[in-house]
């Protein structure tokens, strides 16, 4: 879930002092050995780093039944916020990879996570987005993950749908289908709009505003900084992906109703 002061904040420590973040990751990538950066360098989400990856870590098991041969794809591991708690969990029949499109971070991970073990990689992909990526090359509606087909039992996507326009949202959900095995899970996290959520927003943080693209929006000038959808095109999109939801969909706490989790909602499907 995003907090948008504290993601503000480190965003504008980087966009005032771009060289001087820049050497200062480059160098806590080079030293030490530890996994879990500093909290000025969680970019991805602005919460604490340990707190947000356990959460998600939790959810893949509880909800995924992520267990420890799992192949597992992270779309958008950011910072490596959930990898780091794979790190133990998997076995070596197990593996673990992830790509973002900052180069920050898939750096990071690779330097901190995927040195220590051999069955994670990371990857950097050049996709446009205008809230984080806004010189990107390759367009995120019709870009290929780079991965084989039905090769990976396990693909989770947090927060990062969140910040796709449809066209790049129903891609995704398709290159998913396309990398899972049959009968493979995913679970992909969501700012659902449905009755209850439109009753809380309001007197929430994320108070999202319809356009006229079917999607909704807190900052219309930069819709990608954080998308809702409604559900029934969530559904219709999954339907299209060849992917069948596995359970009710798991409302979260973002609108402020009572959500059965934290954050946003979480949509967990199996590959037909």
């Known amino acids: ?139 995120a509606a019709t870009f290929k993950f780079p991965y084989e087909d039905a090769c990976f039992s396990l693909v989770f996507a947090t927060s990062v749908l969140t910040h796709l326009l449809p066209g790049a949202a129903l891609n995704y959900l398709k290159e998913i289908s396309r990398v899972l095995e049959p009968g493979g899970r995913s679970l992909v996290t969501f700012f659902v709009i449905n009755s209850e959520s439109r009753r809380h927003m309001p007197a929430s943080a994320f108070d999202f505003q319809p356009t006229n693209g079917q999607f909704w929006t807190m900052v219309p000038d930069n819709p990608e900084a954080a998308i809702a959808f409604d559900e029934n095109l969530i559904r219709d999109m999954y339907r299209q992906a060849n992917l069948e939801l596995q359970s009710p969909i798991h409302y979260g706490s973002w609108s402020g109703r009572n959500g059965a989790v934290g954050g946003q909602d979480i949509v967990l499907a199996a590959k037909r």
């Open 1 to 139: 879930m995003v907090i948008p002061n504290a993601r503000v904040e480190i965003r504008d420590f980087a966009v005032r002092h771009p060289r001087v973040y820049r050497i200062l990751f480059k160098l806590f990538c080079r030293l030490g050995t530890n996994p879990r950066p500093p909290q000025l360098f969680n970019f991805v989400g602005g919460e604490q780093y340990h707190e947000l990856g356990l959460g998600h870590f939790r959810n893949l098991c509880g909800i995924a039944g992520a267990v420890a041969d799992d192949r597992v794809l992270d779309v958008g591991c950011g910072i490596g916020r959930v990898a780091v708690h794979f790190m133990d969990y998997l076995n070596s029949a197990g593996r673990y990879d992830g790509f973002d499109i900052v180069a920050l971070g898939v750096d990071w991970c690779n330097r901190r996570i995927a040195r220590r073990r051999h069955n994670f990689r990371f990857r950097y992909v050049d996709l446009y987005n205008a809230e984080y990526n806004p010189s990107g090359q390759l367009d």
